[in-house]
């Protein structure tokens, strides 16, 4: 009996064997033919192909295969970090700069690293069309898509403020154009911003709504909550009416996680927790479903262009849904990008005294004991703090332009095929050290005051190019430049006692515009309260931490 037992346990043991043997065996075969199919994929996607078609951009190499169903190929380098992902890729191709291809969520998108077929990338308004991306933008901001085509609709009569009869986006263009570009109603525009800057810091309100540590001569503030509330409250009460504040209070105070996470709504794709941002661009586009149907004489402080809009979105018959999704483009575009900018150039001022002292000089007699801003003396008797912005700009700038290739398009000698995207790395452009110089990594407050010509030269480009020059750019500059001058000059900013850090740009996450700090990486400042001490802001300056 025992014999029998070990005998069958004999036999099992070695069927039980042979099963996981063959089982091995089978894995490995699949493995080897995985590997083999894999190993002729990459062979003929990044070596055969290039020489087939040696007119088409090359792809970067990645190492899953990605169709037009699966969400693969540049996606994780390109979430993670698109800087270095785009610095690979220049690289790889031996820094020719000429465009290459990668694959995001299975797409194609060009890339154009060179500053002169940038320049080609902006001229060029029939075969590359910012209009594609548009609608694309329109549809992450909550446009059905069903109803775009009333958006690129003319209407049937000519109106006193379209009498070329154009589609509302193309009108929406001419008056973004005609608001943000100097003139009367510029001029209106900039004046609402100037009184509601000087109402906004004063001292009473900084210091109960930012304020953290009050003591006898002034007030402790966390810098970039101090650039963000008071720079995006300002701008929304310049464009809308304070009517806006009481519908929903909490506008102001979400901007900056709506900006951080817009670039899912933009990227949409189920492995992109979006829920947050779905929800504050919900709660936006109710408030101003609630805004836009008010009666005028209820928001009769709104800017000129927000009434022109709403009026021909009403008079045009756009569903009120689509209208208010456009108008949280309009605050969103007001309030995206001044206050980041604004933080970076408090914080290279504060790191360099001599610095302070210069723009203390130049600006004090734009900023008069009783607090007011004689915005024109900033705007034009200022070199160096023009020189700081845009030596900040070039360096925190940091986003892609993009464009839709509508059909095959010849750009530095590669054909750009038509249905895929092409994009534009500011930092590629931003970084040239063949135009900037060795140094162009560091930051150079006199840079674009010793040589003007950057100001308009193909690797600098913060407000893009051709049609789609930026028109707010104007605004954006003037605004910044009050509040820098405001600080330095009403409240003597410094840094607060003990060795801070200079706060590291956050480079892994996207941006639509300039970046933010990394999380954590903030300023404590110090603002001296004009009515308790006369205050010298030259002789204020925080020792710097080396």
Not at 66 to 88: E, K, P, V, Y
Not at 312 to 339: C, F, P, R
Not at 367 to 386: F, H, Q
Request: net charge neutral.
């Amino acid at each position: 009996m025992l014999f029998a037992y070990l005998l069958s346990l004999l036999d099992r043991t070695q069927a039980a064997i042979h099963r996981a043997s063959l089982t091995c065996w089978i894995l490995l075969l699949s493995t080897f033919i995985l590997l083999g199919l894999w190993i002729i994929w990459w062979l003929y996607r990044f070596v055969l192909l290039p020489r087939v078609r040696p007119h088409d951009p090359p792809t970067l190499p990645y190492l899953v295969p990605c169709t037009s169903n699966i969400d693969i190929g540049h996606m994780g380098g390109f979430f993670q970090d698109s800087h270095r992902l785009m610095a690979r890729g220049v690289k790889h191709f031996s820094n020719t700069r000429q465009p290459f291809s990668i694959v995001i969520l299975g797409k194609i998108y060009y890339v154009i690293a060179s500053p002169i077929d940038a320049t080609d990338f902006y001229s060029n308004t029939t075969t590359l069309s910012w209009d594609g991306f548009l609608n694309h933008t329109l549809h992450a901001f909550g446009v059905s898509p069903k109803r775009l085509e009333a958006l690129w609709s003319r209407p049937e009569k000519a109106t006193v403020l379209n009498p070329q009869r154009k589609c509302l986006i193309h009108l929406t263009q001419d008056l973004y154009k005609q608001h943000l570009l100097p003139g009367p109603t510029y001029s209106g525009l900039i004046d609402k911003y100037r009184r509601s800057l000087q109402d906004l810091s004063s001292w009473d309100k900084l210091s109960s709504r930012h304020g953290k540590e009050a003591t006898a001569r002034g007030n402790v503030f966390s810098l970039y909550d101090l650039c963000a509330q008071v720079m995006i409250d300002a701008t929304q009460l310049s464009l809308f009416d304070p009517i806006l504040f009481a519908i929903d209070p909490t506008m102001t105070d979400n901007m900056r996680t709506f900006t951080d996470q817009l670039w899912k709504l933009l990227y949409n794709s189920v492995l992109l927790d979006a829920r947050e941002i779905n929800s504050l661009r919900e709660k936006y586009t109710r408030a101003f479903s609630i805004y836009q149907r008010l009666p005028k004489e209820m928001r009769k402080n709104e800017a000129w262009i927000v009434t022109a809009l709403i009026d021909q979105y009403k008079e045009q018959g756009i569903h009120e849904d689509d209208s208010a999704a456009m108008l949280v483009m309009v605050y969103w575009t007001g309030d995206a990008n001044a206050y980041k900018l604004a933080f970076w150039i408090m914080s290279y001022i504060l790191f360099d005294p001599d610095l302070y002292t210069a723009l203390v000089a130049e600006t004090s007699p734009a900023i008069s004991d009783n607090g007011d801003i004689n915005m024109p003396y900033l705007a034009e008797n200022c070199p160096l703090l023009r020189s700081v912005y845009s030596e900040a700009l070039r360096l925190r700038k940091r986003d892609l332009a993009f464009r839709q290739v509508e059909t095959d398009t010849h750009i530095g000698g590669k054909v750009l095929r038509g249905g895929n995207l092409a994009l534009v790395p500011m930092c590629q452009l931003h970084d040239d050290r063949s135009v900037f110089g060795e140094d162009a990594s560091i930051f150079d407050a006199t840079r674009f005051k010793r040589e003007t010509g950057f100001q308009n030269c193909t690797s600098y480009k913060p407000y893009g190019g051709g049609k789609t020059y930026c028109p707010g750019r104007f605004f954006a500059m003037q605004e910044i430049f009050a509040f820098v001058a405001v600080m330095l000059n009403r409240y003597g900013i410094q840094k607060e006692q003990g060795c801070q850090r200079f706060p590291k740009p956050d480079e892994s996450s996207l941006t639509l515009g300039v970046s933010r700090p990394l999380p954590g990486e903030d300023l404590q400042v110090h603002l001296t309260n004009p009515q308790v001490v006369g205050i010298c802001p030259e002789k204020s300056v925080a020792d710097v931490c080396v």
